[in-house]
């Protein structure tokens, strides 16, 4: 039997240790990368495209004039807006969590916020004539890196949006910060982003297919190591092994781009293959993974007999975890839309609290805890995939229905098509 080989799987990883922002070339390196591997385990990879906005060569700082002046850093909210070019200069206001009780006076001024701005305390923004946002980060860490998703955009609207350090913004608010100016500046555009596919065929039971998750996209600027690097080693380094013994039943992989836009690449996976969704009986998704210091987690939406057999599973198998249920926030969320149930294996901890921030590497990953994952996933893919029936239904609680479909709402906005192929270069 081929063994999970976390070395290899941390070489898979060094491969694409790169910013891979979505649509970008460091994406489009990237999935040529992961192909590659790939197809070096003998399998047939695919690159499935599909437009998205997304922008580059984002900067931004923000000074404060009055009372007192000085210069903080800040990250801009990709395609949230840009400032003229000279910057905006205008008042400023803490407004704690953006309650309507807070907005009375914002007009013509650029708030504070001690979370993120959702749908309605944008509206309210919009509606009050506020005329920039300023978002505050966890203590002690990186200013967070993100967008302004479709959804918001396209049927609130939006604003000049940066992220602020805690440190930054607390000073501002204790020395009473009223005026300052905001400079932002990016480069927006439409691009191709790809999903990379392969397939091994099951042995006996070809139509049961199983799908194995994973996005390789990452926030601006950074490495990506545990969100998602890592999770697309183990996914990659998996298949290397069913390539070698394939199963009774078909696994297919899909390694996502656009996640961190909006699970975009895994909704654009389950539009282009909506004819073939009844036979997936199940969802396999990692996200989050590598780290040395770090507790494992499992995340299912689907049947309580799932959760269980994982559950066994794990004592017998010796590995410590969480286990938990509902939606977790990844690439599994389209599939179980569709009534497919999913399993989520996660590496939580040290590390990871600096998610989607510039902090995300790889200098605290290697292969042993990559491979506490990916042991544990390909045995449990085995151990399914070999049954001589299905271990569990393929069916949704109404609970997990409830929060799937609450959070697919929330996603709703996204006009693009997936494309047959390619665009010729001009």
């Known amino acids: 039997m081929t063994d999970f080989d976390g070395d290899s799987a941390y070489r ?25 591997h790939l197809r070096a385990a003998g399998l047939e990879a695919a690159l499935e495209p599909f437009r998205i906005w997304t922008y580059t060569n984002d900067e931004a700082r923000l000074d404060v004039l ?8 800040a990250v801009a909210v990709g395609l949230s807006g840009e400032t003229p070019e000279g910057g905006l200069e205008c008042g400023f206001q803490y407004v704690e969590d953006g309650s309507p009780q807070y907005l009375t ?64 913004a607390l000073e501002m608010v204790k020395q009473g910060a009223s005026r300052v100016r905001l400079h932002m500046a990016l480069e927006n555009f439409e691009a191709v982003s790809n ?41 990659v380094e998996a298949a ?7 199963l009774k039943r078909t696994v297919r992989i899909a390694l996502c781009s656009g996640e961190e836009y909006g699970l975009h690449g895994s909704r654009h996976y389950v539009k282009r293959h909506k004819g073939e969704l009844d036979n997936i009986r199940l969802c396999v998704n990692c996200d989050v993974a590598g780290m040395i210091i770090g507790t494992n987690r499992l995340d299912v939406t689907g049947p309580d007999s799932l ?40 590496r939580y901890g040290g590390y990871v609290s600096e998610g989607h921030t510039i902090r995300d590497g790889v200098e605290d990953i290697d292969g042993e805890h990559l491979a506490i994952t990916g042991r544990f996933l390909l045995e449990f893919l085995r151990r399914v995939g070999n049954a001589v029936t299905f271990p569990f239904k393929r069916e ?12 697919v709402e929330r996603m709703k906005g996204d006009h693009y098509k997936p494309l047959k192929r390619l665009p010729r270069k001009k």
């Open 240 to 246: 290397r092994c069913l390539a070698a013994e394939p």
């Open 105 to 168: 006076d914002v007009a013509g001024k650029a708030v504070l916020l001690s979370g993120g701005a959702g749908y309605e305390t944008m509206r309210e923004l919009i509606k009050r004539k506020a005329v920039a946002v300023l978002q505050v980060g966890q203590p002690h860490k990186l200013q967070f890196r993100g967008l302004a998703r479709e959804p918001l955009r396209t049927k609130v609207g939006s604003l000049p949006m940066l992220n602020v350090r805690f440190e930054d």
């Open 66 to 73: 009055a009372p007192y002046e000085k210069k903080y850093e």
């Open 12 to 36: 898979i990883l060094e491969s694409i240790a790169y910013p891979r922002q979505t649509g970008t070339d460091g994406e489009h390196k990237a999935a040529e990368e992961i192909a590659g």
């Open 396 to 407: 949704i609680p109404d609970e997990h229905k409830k929060k799937v479909g609450e959070y």
């Open 195 to 235: 999903n990379v596919t392969a397939e091994v065929r099951g042995t006996e039971f070809p139509d049961e297919v199983v799908i194995c998750v994973a996005h390789y996209d990452t926030v601006s600027g950074a490495v990506g190591g545990h969100d998602n690097g890592a999770g697309t080693a183990i996914i």
């Open 307 to 346: 959760r269980w057999y994982l559950e066994c599973m794990a004592h017998e198998y010796g590995m410590g975890c969480e286990v938990r249920t509902g939606v977790y926030s990844s690439d599994n969320v389209p599939f179980s839309a569709e009534g497919v149930p999913a399993a989520s294996f996660a």
